[in-house]
């Protein structure tokens, strides 16, 4: 008999697992290549395996996610960061604490740069709620431009893609 938190736990599995498949579907369609461009560049013989991938009936082996990554264009750290959290979450959670840090992506190294360039290099960061909304907010304006160029949109604060 499966327990209440076993149905739980293979409930938030399962949903994570298809948010990543619809990322990867909204990925592979906003490339200009086709699945079996994608599959010869990573190897495989034929485009099924990229079917049985982005449907969820196959994992994406994880010595292909900055492949894969590149192969569509994307961020391998942002496209890393977001396998792991569909696929290994508690084990992204150990990397992490043992890193002390995600690794960043191309986009965020880019915000970072520029908020070197404008202080100057001097620390300077929000320091009152206030301005962490100022930023937060900001931020919500590229990852709305980001799912709407990626043809998503986001429909709660937690990020839900709907295509």
């Not at 620390?123 to 043809?151: C, H, I, Y």
Request: proline residues 4%; glycine residues 6%; aromatic residues 8%.
């Amino acid at each position: 008999m499966v327990t209440k938190a076993k149905r739980v736990m293979n409930d938030d599995r399962e949903a994570r697992h298809e948010k990543f498949c619809q990322y990867l579907a909204a990925c592979i369609q906003a490339v200009d290549k086709t699945q079996f461009q994608i599959s010869k560049e990573l190897g495989y013989p034929n485009a099924n395996f990229i079917s049985l991938i982005k449907s969820g009936k196959s994992i994406l082996p994880a010595a292909k996610v900055g492949d894969f990554a590149r192969s569509l264009g994307l961020d391998p750290a942002q496209f890393l960061r977001i396998y792991m959290e569909a696929y290994q979450p508690e084990f992204w959670e150990v990397i992490k604490g043992i890193m002390k840090k995600e690794p960043v992506t191309a986009e965020e190294e880019s915000i970072l740069n520029v908020f070197r360039d404008v202080t100057g290099g001097h620390p300077a960061g929000p320091s009152t709620e206030e301005e962490k909304r100022e930023l937060g907010n900001l931020a919500v304006k590229f990852q709305k431009r980001w799912l709407k160029d990626m043809g998503l949109h986001v429909t709660t604060k937690e990020s839900k893609m709907t295509k």
